[in-house]
């Protein structure tokens, strides 16, 4: 069983509240209205699903027409490629001197991520959740809707989602008990077509902002449990038919291997002071099957409160 963190508009339509639901900016604790007690949280996945997109189809503007025609948001990425530069030293002359290469950066949005699966990790700094925050952002922005689904207990905070201006009342988040399920409820959510970006935010419980590699709570995290094969394989499937965003947060070290072999980016990320109360995340491109790893990415941030 896994519980729903109610946008405002999935209220609007008509979610009914748990009993016991415990509140927050952005709405309460619900679950999917008239389901019961009992009812599964692919169900409840679903439940969201449709709220939303009924939601949108009532909206105004570019969030009607996603809900409309989701698949078709997004032109195509089927624009010709230009033609690759000569290699230096390829025409007459004398050759360069060679220097390393380092893979261009490319550009932080939601297109560069929509179609495939990424993987954010890093290790007890939260700069994967806020380097989340901004693609969440951009797709709000755009009209477009967006999920987050996180573990029960996790390290998902309203407050600090606020503050990173993230709007609340038009997240839906979904409290899954482990990672398999939280893959399933993702699987729901990417099957109705009607979101531009879905998050799985994995990283557990008790996670505490500043701790780095092999600190004193790095032993006593545990590893998260493996996403099969078969279910990262249907999520890619997913994930290219609908053209959606689908991110992974993990916590874990630039050693550790990714979720499979099926993730497409993978990204690893660290916070650095960039002077009073700011910081820097930075993600660094472990391996990207796009544009080739090697590259990297930074934004500026406010610091949650403790630690400004």
Known sequence: MGEVYASRAIEETGAGAAPGGTGGAGGAAHGPGDAGPQATLGAQARAVAARVLAAHAQAPGRGAAYAAAPAARRPA???AR?????PPGAGPGPRPPAVPSRAAAPRWTLSGFSGRLSEFSGVGT?????LAFSLVREAQQRGEPVAWVTLVGGAFYPP???AGGVKLDALPVIFAPD??????AA?????SGGFSAVVLDLVP????????PGGASAARRPAPREIPPPMLSRLVGLAQKHDVALVFLTEKGAES??????ISLRCSTARRDAGPGLFTCVAEALKDKRNGPGWSHAEVRGGPVGLR
Do not use: E, F
Request: hydrophobic fraction near 45%; avoid cysteine.
């Open 205 to 212: 419980a008790g996670v505490a902002p500043g701790k780095g």
């Open 77 to 79: 990425r089927t624009a």
């Open 257 to 262: 291997p990714s979720l499979g072999g099926l």
């Open 126 to 130: 939260g700069a994967q959740l806020s």
């Open 179 to 184: 990672p398999l399920a939280a893959a399933r």
């Open 82 to 86: 230009p033609a690759a530069p000569p």
């Open 160 to 162: 600090d989602v606020a």
């Open 187 to 191: 699987d729901r959510l990417v099957r």
